[in-house]
């Protein structure tokens, strides 16, 4: 089964700061990785994702992840936080639960200190 | 991009009632949906897979009479919650997953309250 680990469930940096959001997971095939963001009573939105091919991975509003194998990780960052950033943020895995279904962390809140 | 759209936003009912969510794939065809639930301040648990023209698979632990998940064509999934009682109460997010690739987007939430 495949798993994941978020690392803090709570985050806080001062806008301007680097963002690092810390996701480590547990899988026995090669993963499918993803990150979202959830702002407040809304739907998940796809910062980015891995599959194959390239292990930094470019995203949406500044974010980036690097696939680490050896490492078992997927941590996200942004050189520089705005304060439309603070959200909740979830890392995920395809697997684990349904054949199909993404398996979630706990996910992370970030906080951005004006 | 892909959008899924979810109706509705919020639905308050009464404790005994039955509520119905629906889940649309607006530009794409979504062979595969998930529906999940959302507990205040924590993340999302995968309830259940609905692939369309046959049966849903629940996770374990899901009341498959009490979710009743249909999925009668490739754009469209309903959760229906039957005979609501408050514990029921919670934030329900659809998903549907493009045959193409690993592309999985969500609707906006449901929040259901029941009284």
């Known amino acids: 089964a495949q798993s994941v680990t978020q690392l803090g469930s709570h985050v806080s940096v001062s806008e301007g700061a680097l963002v690092l959001l810390r996701c480590n997971y547990s899988?026995?095939?090669?993963?499918?990785l993803f990150w979202y963001v959830q702002y407040p009573n809304q739907g998940l939105q796809l910062l980015l994702k891995?599959?194959?091919?390239?292990?930094l991975v470019k995203g949406i509003n500044g974010f980036e992840a690097e696939f680490k194998k050896s490492e078992t990780s997927f941590h996200l960052t942004k050189p520089s936080a705005h304060m439309s950033d603070a959200a909740e943020y979830f890392c995920?895995?395809?697997?684990?639960?349904?054949?199909?279904?993404?398996?979630f962390g706990k996910g992370t809140h970030l906080i951005i200190q004006p | 991009g892909a959008v899924v759209s979810q109706h509705p936003s919020r639905v308050i009912c009464k404790s005994g009632t039955s509520v119905k969510i629906e889940c649309r794939s607006l530009d794409f065809q979504a062979t595969t949906m998930f529906w999940y639930r959302q507990f205040p301040k924590k993340s999302l648990m995968l309830m259940a897979t609905?692939?369309?023209?046959?049966?849903?698979?629940?996770e374990q632990g899901v009341e498959k009479d009490k979710f009743l998940i249909n999925h009668a064509s490739l754009t469209l999934s309903t959760l229906t919650v039957t005979s609501a009682h408050p514990e029921d109460s919670s934030f329900y997010i659809c998903s549907a997953k493009e045959a193409s690739n690993y592309g999985y987007t969500f609707g906006s939430g449901t929040r259901l309250t029941v009284v």
């Open positions: 995920a895995v395809v697997g684990g639960g349904g054949a199909d279904g993404l398996t």
């Open positions: 891995y599959t194959t091919g390239a292990t």
């Open positions: 899988s026995s095939v090669p993963p499918y």
């Open positions: 609905s692939n369309e023209g046959s049966k849903a698979t629940y």
